[in-house]
């Protein structure tokens, strides 16, 4: 994953976390308010938005600070939303190659005396 833009080390990477993690927790707050419209709720930007805080933090107690959560304390794989913009899209790596996003299979005819044609997506 491309990190450039975050801090270079574990604890300075852990103390940029924990104003995010406030914040996420400030913002559901008020979604979860039962005087706030009905309809925020409902806006699929920010069903994705509080799945992606609920996934990324975690508190042992109601108002105890958030903390991030560890590489091993992530969900599996396929439900984990790597991109807040294309929940849809997943992790994948290949030799030293690492993206978000998908895999695509192609097959197509090899035959030497015939057109090349994909036959199946």
């Known amino acids: 994953m491309n990190a450039y833009r975050l801090p270079k080390g574990k604890a300075a990477r852990y103390e940029l976390a924990a104003p995010i993690g406030t914040d996420g927790r400030e913002v559901r707050t008020h979604l979860d308010d039962p005087h706030a419209p009905a309809w925020l709720g409902e806006i699929p930007a920010v069903q994705v938005l509080r799945q992606v805080w609920t996934q990324q933090f975690y508190a ?3 108002d105890a600070p958030l903390r991030w959560r560890s590489a091993k304390d992530l969900p599996p794989a396929p439900v984990l939303i790597r991109s807040p913009y294309d929940p849809e899209a997943r992790s994948s790596k290949k030799r030293e ?7 695509v299979h192609l097959t197509e005819t090899c ?4 057109p090349h044609l994909l036959t199946d997506v």
Do not use: F, S
Not at 111 to 114: E, L, N, Q, V, Y
């Open 60 to 62: 042992v107690a109601p």
């Open 97 to 103: 190659t690492e993206w978000v996003g998908y895999k």
């Open 111 to 114: 035959d030497a005396d015939h």
